[in-house]
C-alpha cells in the first residue's frame, strides 16, 4: 500500500516523577509518514520537542519487533492500541487517518506504579516469577537427554502457547480489577503442562498466587478483556487451568 | 603485550576436559565471601548469574532494561544448535565444531570452539530440564530444522521465538537464585565504566536510570554480557537501547578489542522505508527452509514491478532467477549469511532489485513451491489422496502458518502485505557482530578480573558466525564454561575479603563518569543525539557494510573524526542529571559508538583481505566470492585503546592456528 502523510494531534499523559501530580498535554504533530510505527511517531515527536527546546516524552521501549514486552501506552481508551495480537511497537500508523485525535496514557493499576509520562514499573511480574515461577533444576547440563521423557505434541503445544507471554501487562491494565490472572495463569499452564514442571506444581501456584496477591493485584471476574488485549494471544483457558491447579494444591498441599 | 590465548595443551578433544581437570577451585564455604557482578542479562549473563548463584557466590546482576527479562536475545527467532544427531544424518560434535570454523571463515579459535560443539548437547538438556517448550514431533521427541552452512538437521527450535523461550529458561533460573537470595538484581541501571584497582577489575560505576544517581559498587570480578555493537549502524535489527558502552568502557581502561570490522549483515530482513525508521526486522533464518530467494531475470520485469505494473506472482517460473541455487547448488538458499546477504547485494547492485525504495534494494523470499508440496503431504497424511488444488493450498498455508506463523503476522503488520499469497520482500541488514572484546580461552580480557561472555565477546564465530549458533554460545559461556574458569580465577580471591568502593581508583571512576554527564546538559549545542547518531550510522552502513574499499575506508576514517568534533561541539541534551533521561543515556552510547565506528574502519583498513563478512572489493576472486590471505592475515587483529583518535590505536595480533582442522578455501557450491 502507497505510504502517505497524514497530521494528527495527540493528548498525552505527562507526570514528572512517580510523586508529581500529572496531566494530559497536548501536541501537533504534522506530516507522519503512515508507514511509520507508533513508537516511530512519538520519536518524531521528540525530535520535535527537543528542537523546541521542550522536555521530551519517557516511554518504555527496546527491541520494537513485539518481544522484549518493554512497550506500553493505552491508547485511545486500549492497551497496544486499535490493532489486534500487536504490542505498541508493532501498532502502525496507517491504522489512523489525518486528522485524528490520538489520546496516550501509561498502564494504569495499582500494582504498576508510574515512574515518569509513560513509563511504569511492572518490578512486581518479576517478584511473582521469583516467587515460583521456575522449575528447581541447578545448571549441570547432566539431569538426563532431552529426549528421555517424551512429551505428546499437544501439552508441548499448549505449553508453548501459554510460555509466549511477554510479560508486557496489557492484560492488567485492560483488566477492570487490575487482575494478573493471565499473566500468572499462563506461567502457572507452562510448567503444569510438561512433566518437568509437575514435581513441584503445587507449591508453584500456592506460592505465586500469593506474591501476586501481595503485589496487590485485583481477581478475575471472567470479563475476558485480558484475553481480547494480549499481544500474544494468551487464552484465558490458562486462567481456569491455573485455579483447578491451585483449587488441587490447596486441598491436597501438605504445607 | 604479548597476547596469550590460553588454550590447553593436548588433542583438541581432550583439551577442555583436561582444562577442568586443572583448574583450581573454590570451596563453598568460601564462595559467599566473593563478590561477582554481572553486567547484562541476556542469554550469557543470565545464565552465568544464575549458575554462580546457585554454586553460592554473592552475585550482583546489572541490566538497563525494566526486567532482566526483556534482553535482546529475547528476539532471536530461529533456533539453536546443538550436535546431538538426534535426526541420525551423520551430525557429531566434531562436524558442528568443523561447520562453525568453516562458516567463520577460518578465523576464531579452534580450542573455543571445539568446547562450545562439546556442550551444546548439555544446553538442551539443561534447558528441557528447565522447562523450555521446544517444538516437538507426533511422537514426542524434540524436533530440528536446517539453518545455513550446514548438511544437517540440528538446530532445536521453538516456533519462531527461540530466543524468547531460551531467556525465559534462564531467567526462570536467574529469578530463582534472586528469590533465594543470592543474586542481587539490579534493573534499570546501566554500568557506565569499569573500576581497576592494582591491575584487577573491582567494580563498576553505574547510573540508577530512574533517579539518576551514580552508584559505585565492587566485586571480586566483573563479567560483561553486555551484547554487541550492531547499532553502531543506527538501523540494525538489534533492539534500540543495545549498545558498545560497557564493553567500550572497558576497552578505554586497558581491555583489548578484537575485529571489530567483522560484523554480520543478515540476508533476510525487511527492506528499509523511510527515513524516520528507527530499527529493522528480522525474518528469521529458519525461513530459508522453506523460502526460495529469487528476483526477475530480466531488468524490464524488475523495473515493472518496482513501478507497480507487474506482480511477483505473475512471473512464470521460468522468468524467474533462483540466484543462490544457481550459484550455489549443493547448499541452496541455505549458504551462510555473508554468501546470502552479498548475493542479494550482486543482483541489487546489477539492477534486479524489486523494492520501490530509494536504492531498489530487495529481492524476494517466496514460500509458494512449500506451501504447495507441503499441502500435498497434509492431504495424503488425512488420507485425501486426490485432494483439489484448493484444498492442498488451504492445508499448505496452515503448515506454513503452525511453522512460521509469528513471524508471517510480523511481516504483515510491518509491510501491509500477505506473505501467505505474495512473496516477501527481504534485504540485508545488520544483525550480529563477531568482533568483541579479546578474551583468552577462559573468557578473560586483558584485564585481569573482568571477563566477557557472549556476543560482547569476540572469539567463537571467526568472520562470520553461522545461524542458530548466538543462542548456544550465550548459554555455553554463562552454564558451562564461566562457572569452571571464573572458579579458578576467583580461587586466588578468598583471602582477599571485601573490596572497599572508598578507594581513589572508585573515587576517580565516579567523577569522570559526572563530568561526561555535566557536560552532555551544559554543552547547549543545537542538534539532537538521533541526528549524529543517523549520520553515523550513514557512514558505516555505506563504508564498512557489505562491501569494503580501501578508499571509502579512508574517507570513513575522516568522515567519523568530524563527526566525532561535531558531536561534541553541537549536541543537545535536555533534561537533568538526576530524573529519568532518556537522551542523556543515548548521548553517552553514541559517543561511544562514535569512537568505535572509527576503529571498524581501521580495522577493515588494515586487513587486506576478504574473509567471511569483511569483504574488502580488492579481495574477490573472479566469481565474486571471498579472497583470503591466510599467509598475511591468518589472526585475530585485537586493538589498544591509545585516546578517542582510532588510527592511533595499537594493533596485537593473536595467530591462529589450525591443527585439527584444514584450511581450505570456503566452498559452498
Known amino acids: 500500500m502507497a505510504s502517505k502523510s497524514i497530521n494528527i494531534t495527540l493528548k498525552i499523559w505527562r507526570q514528572k516523577n512517580k510523586d508529581a501530580k500529572g496531566q494530559m498535554e497536548t501536541y501537533t504533530l504534522n506530516n507522519v509518514s503512515t508507514d511509520s510505527s507508533f513508537l516511530e511517531m512519538l520519536d518524531q515527536l521528540n525530535e520535535q520537542l527537543i528542537n523546541e527546546r521542550k522536555e521530551p516524552v519517557a516511554f518504555d521501549h527496546d527491541c520494537r519487533e513485539g518481544i522484549c514486552g518493554m512497550c506500553s501506552l493505552y491508547i485511545n481508551g486500549r492497551a497496544h492500541g486499535p490493532d489486534r495480537g500487536i504490542t505498541t511497537c508493532q501498532l502502525h500508523m496507517r491504522l489512523f487517518n489525518d486528522g485524528d485525535t490520538i489520546y496516550v496514557e501509561p498502564w494504569r493499576s495499582a500494582a504498576f506504579p508510574i515512574v515518569k509520562d509513560l513509563v511504569v514499573d511492572r518490578s512486581s511480574f518479576d517478584r511473582i516469577q521469583q516467587a515460583g515461577g521456575f522449575i528447581s533444576v541447578n545448571t549441570s547440563g547432566r539431569t538426563m537427554d532431552a529426549n528421555a521423557i517424551p512429551v505428546p505434541k499437544v501439552n508441548a503445544d499448549k505449553a508453548f502457547q501459554a510460555a509466549a507471554c511477554i510479560g508486557c501487562g496489557a492484560c492488567v491494565a485492560s483488566c477492570k480489577n487490575g487482575s494478573a490472572m493471565l499473566f500468572v495463569g499462563a506461567k502457572v499452564s507452562q510448567y503444569a503442562l510438561l512433566p518437568q514442571g509437575r514435581v513441584e506444581a503445587k507449591e508453584r501456584v500456592l506460592n505465586m498466587v500469593r506474591q501476586m496477591d501481595e503485589e496487590g493485584f485485583g481477581n478475575c471476574t471472567n470479563t475476558g478483556a485480558c484475553e481480547v488485549e494480549c499481544p500474544k494471544g494468551i487464552s484465558i483457558e490458562n486462567i481456569a487451568r491455573m485455579n483447578r491447579e491451585f483449587l488441587k494444591a490447596s486441598i491436597t498441599s501438605e504445607k | ?669
Open chain 2, 1 to 669: 603485550m604479548k597476547l596469550d590465548s590460553k588454550i590447553p595443551e593436548g588433542p583438541i578433544a581432550e583439551k577442555w576436559a583436561n582444562h577442568k581437570n586443572n583448574m583450581k577451585l573454590v570451596a563453598p564455604n568460601n564462595r559467599p565471601k566473593i563478590d561477582v557482578i554481572i553486567v547484562g542479562t541476556g542469554l550469557a549473563g543470565s545464565s552465568a548469574a544464575a549458575s554462580l548463584g546457585e554454586m553460592g557466590y554473592n552475585v550482583s546482576a546489572f541490566c538497563f532494561q525494566d526486567s532482566p527479562r526483556r534482553a535482546h536475545s529475547i528476539a532471536a527467532q530461529g533456533g539453536i544448535n546443538a550436535a546431538k544427531n538426534y535426526q541420525n544424518d551423520g551430525d557429531s560434535v566434531y562436524r558442528l565444531f568443523y561447520d562453525t570454523i568453516k562458516g567463520g571463515d577460518y578465523r576464531a579459535r579452534e580450542g573455543n570452539v571445539h568446547r562450545l560443539a562439546e556442550v551444546s548437547g548439555n544446553i538442551i538438556d539443561q534447558c528441557v530440564a528447565q522447562g523450555v517448550p521446544f517444538a516437538r514431533e507426533y511422537g514426542g521427541l524434540l524436533d530440528n530444522r536446517s539453518f545455513g552452512g550446514t548438511q544437517v538437521q540440528r538446530t532445536f527450535y521453538a516456533a519462531g521465538q527461540t530466543g524468547q523461550q531460551l531467556l525465559l529458561g534462564a531467567y526462570s533460573a536467574l529469578s530463582r537464585q534472586i528469590g533465594l537470595g543470592r543474586v542481587k538484581m539490579y534493573h534499570r541501571h546501566e554500568m557506565l565504566d569499569i573500576v581497576v584497582v592494582d591491575g584487577k577489575a573491582r567494580g563498576i560505576i553505574a547510573r540508577n536510570l530512574v533517579t539518576g544517581e551514580i552508584e559505585r559498587h565492587a566485586a571480586h570480578a566483573v563479567v560483561l554480557a553486555s551484547g554487541g555493537y550492531g547499532n553502531v549502524y543506527f538501523l540494525s535489527t538489534n533492539a534500540m537501547r543495545s549498545n558498545v558502552s560497557a564493553a567500550w568502557k572497558i576497552h578505554k581502561r586497558g581491555a583489548l578489542f578484537a575485529n571489530p570490522c567483522f560484523v554480520q549483515i543478515h540476508p533476510t530482513c525487511i527492506p528499509v522505508h523511510g527515513t524516520n525508521q528507527s530499527k529493522l526486522t528480522l525474518m528469521s533464518e529458519s525461513l530459508r527452509n522453506s523460502g526460495r530467494i529469487w528476483v526477475p531475470k530480466k531488468k524490464e520485469d524488475a523495473e515493472a514491478i518496482r513501478s507497480g505494473n507487474l506482480k511477483p506472482t505473475q512471473i512464470p517460473e521460468e522468468e524467474r532467477d533462483y540466484f543462490l541455487e544457481r550459484r550455489y547448488p549443493a547448499f541452496g538458499n541455505l549458504v551462510p549469511r555473508d554468501v546470502a546477504s552479498r548475493a542479494a547485494k550482486e543482483r541489487c547492485d546489477a539492477g534486479f532489485g524489486i523494492e520501490a525504495n530509494d536504492t531498489n534494494e530487495g529481492v524476494y523470499l517466496d514460500f509458494a513451491s512449500e506451501i504447495r508440496s507441503k499441502g500435498k503431504q497434509a492431504a495424503f497424511a488425512k488420507g485425501e489422496h486426490s485432494a483439489s488444488d484448493e484444498r492442498i493450498l488451504e492445508l499448505g498455508k496452515q503448515w506454513i502458518g503452525e511453522k512460521y506463523g509469528n513471524l508471517f503476522t510480523m511481516y504483515q503488520k510491518i509491510t501491509d502485505e500477505n506473505p501467505y499469497e505474495t512473496p516477501m520482500k527481504i534485504y540485508p541488514a545488520v544483525h550480529y557482530t563477531m568482533g568483541g572484546v579479546w578474551v583468552d580461552y577462559n573468557l578473560q580480557s586483558t584485564i585481569p578480573g573482568c571477563f566477557v561472555t557472549g556476543e560482547a565477546n569476540f572469539s567463537d564465530h571467526g568472520a562470520n558466525r553461522l545461524g542458530a549458533s548466538a543462542l548456544m554460545q550465550g548459554l555455553a559461556d554463562g552454564y558451562f564454561v564461566l562457572p569452571y574458569t571464573l572458579s579458578d580465577y576467583l580461587a586466588n580471591e578468598i583471602r582477599t575479603g571485601n573490596i572497599s568502593t572508598d578507594s581513589p581508583e572508585f573515587e576517580d571512576a565516579e567523577n569522570e563518569v559526572k563530568n561526561s554527564i555535566q557536560k552532555f546538559l551544559a554543552n547547549n549545542g543545537t542538534k539532537t543525539v538521533d541526528y549524529f547518531h543517523k549520520r553515523l550510522g550513514l557512514i558505516v552502513w555505506n563504508k564498512i557494510g557489505m562491501g569494503r574499499s580501501e578508499a571509502g575506508l579512508k574517507e570513513a576514517i575522516e568522515e567519523i573524526g568530524q563527526l566525532r568534533d561535531e558531536f561534541y561541539k553541537d549536541v543537545y541534551v535536555p533534561g537533568d542529571a538526576n530524573e529519568m533521561n532518556p537522551e542523556l543515556e543515548k548521548a553517552l552510547r553514541v559517543a561511544d559508538f562514535i569512537e568505535l565506528g572509527q576503529l571498524m574502519a581501521v580495522d577493515a583498513l588494515h586487513r587486506n583481505e576478504s574473509c567471511g563478512g569483511h569483504f574488502r572489493e580488492e579481495y574477490q576472486d573472479a566469481e565474486g566470492e571471498t579472497l583470503r590471505d591466510d599467509e598475511n592475515f591468518k589472526y585475530a587483529a585485537a586493538w589498544e585503546y591509545k585516546g578517542n583518535d582510532a588510527t592511533q590505536s595499537v594493533l596485537h595480533k593473536e595467530e591462529l592456528k589450525y591443527e585439527a582442522i584444514k584450511i581450505a578455501a570456503r566452498n559452498y557450491k
